[in-house]
């Protein structure tokens, strides 16, 4: 037996990335009858459109067979305040931002070093709601870990795995959600990944995509990165990537692009 069907008067809580691994668990989650009293989600305020779309269908879906809606978290002031506005407080951070020229606001561009935009915008807001459904409500927390990902998986005994219970794997959750209609307008033919389309963390061959399949948002992320270098100059913090400013890669790719044709 499940430790999700052993429970039945405890609270019961889903994360919802909006990916297809959670995506998976929500639609068995609901196909099985399963008990499902929230679903968290986490809006970084920088989704592709298509993710935006999924999750009002998803939204629907839930409306439809359980009566309740998504409860989409969001930070008060999203990810360009943080990039460019939050004012710091630090003295140690003041004094060496002085030093450096750098404005005594604004996080600049996430680096895999200081990677602050998942804690502002995403854990943070989901653990610190979990943490006090588990307090207040004593909730299960069901988290979208397919199979072949195991290791992630904590051991907290208010915490469950189902996709590692019943075996799921990455690619089988995909297939899931596609059988069930859910395929994100096509994002993850194109994308291997559909988090934040201005992921500086993201691989050069995701931008090149970008700039094709997505070219309004690749015009907003240039000028994201064209603020930060004015901003922040050419330290990390007005680095879009090591060696690569968004300008710099439109013309690789434009050179790119003018040699296949
Ligand atoms: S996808 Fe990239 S930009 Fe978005 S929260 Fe994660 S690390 Fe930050």
């Not at 399963?34 to 986490?42: E, K, T």
Request: hydrophobic residues 35%; positive net charge; charged residues 30%.
């Amino acid at each position: 037996m499940t430790k999700t069907s052993e429970n039945r008067n405890e609270y019961h809580a889903v994360s919802l990335s909006g990916g297809k691994d959670s995506t998976a668990l929500l639609l068995l989650m609901l196909e099985k009858g399963m008990p499902i009293d929230c679903v968290l989600y986490a809006d970084t305020t920088m989704e592709f459109p298509e993710m935006e779309a999924h999750i009002a269908k998803l939204d629907n879906l839930l409306c439809q067979k359980r009566g309740i809606h998504i409860t989409t978290l969001r930070h008060p002031h999203g990810f360009e305040w943080l990039m460019f506005d939050e004012p710091k407080v630090k003295q140690s951070c003041l004094e060496r931002r002085a030093k450096l020229g750098v404005p005594p606001y604004g996080n600049g561009w996430p680096g895999a070093k200081v990677r602050w935009c998942t804690g502002q915008l995403k854990t943070h807001l989901i653990q610190k709601e979990v943490n006090r459904l588990k307090k207040e409500k004593n909730a299960l927390h069901y988290i979208g870990i397919a199979a072949d990902e195991a290791h992630r998986c904590k051991d907290d005994p208010q915490n469950c795995y189902p996709l590692v219970e019943w075996k799921i794997t990455e690619a089988q959750a995909l297939q899931i959600c596609y059988s069930r209609g859910f395929d994100w307008g096509g994002l993850y033919e194109i994308y291997h990944r559909a988090s934040c389309w201005c992921c500086p963390l993201q691989r050069i061959d995701e931008l090149r995509k970008l700039r094709t399949y997505h070219p309004e948002l690749w015009t907003r992320l240039r000028d994201l990165d064209n603020r930060a270098r004015a901003m922040f100059g050419p330290g990390p913090l007005g680095q879009f990537k090591k060696d690569w400013s968004v300008e710099r890669l439109e013309e690789r790719f434009a050179r790119e692009g003018a040699q296949t044709t």
